[in-house]
């Protein structure tokens, strides 16, 4: 059930973003899309910790916990969404969505890099997968629709945001 809502809802997200493409940039959308899911995920922390909220800033006084939010954050979800957000306006879908993958591949090398615990963790079978995807997105873009077909009809003001 939780893969299909999954499924379900990157797909959801993915034609939102391609049907908002005209009118907004991929910065645009990827603030959005977090500033939403921050309100919410911050809505539900409130209402599981109705009774004592300082349970929610109390994770901030571990300087680990700090850097694995900025970590993930960062370098994995806001730079992976923005370079999805924006290969959504030039690209066909279902190319385009091949750039989702690459949240796996930046969450796992950059935890390894950041974090040398993870090293235990990174296996052949992790190196594989990294592998796949990449040469899955590669593969998309080499052997995909020709770049006349998949371009979007985009406002001039929005080519270059």
Known sequence: LF??????????YGLISRGSAK????????????????????????IENIGDLSALVRP?????????????????????????NY?????????????SGISTVTTAVFSVIIFPTERANFTWLTALCIVLIVAGVIGAQMFGRKEEEAKPEIPPDRQNS
């Open 87 to 99: 290969s959504m306006t030039y690209l066909p879908v279902s190319q385009a969505m091949l750039f």
């Open 60 to 84: 901030l006084a571990n300087p680990r916990f700090v850097l694995c939010v900025l970590a993930l954050g960062i370098l994995s979800s806001a730079v992976e969404y923005v370079a999805y």
């Open 3 to 12: 893969l299909l809502l999954t499924v379900a809802s990157g797909v959801g």
């Open 23 to 46: 009118e907004f940039g991929a910065f645009e959308r990827t603030f959005g899309c977090f500033f939403s899911g921050m309100v919410l995920v911050d809505l539900l922390a409130v």
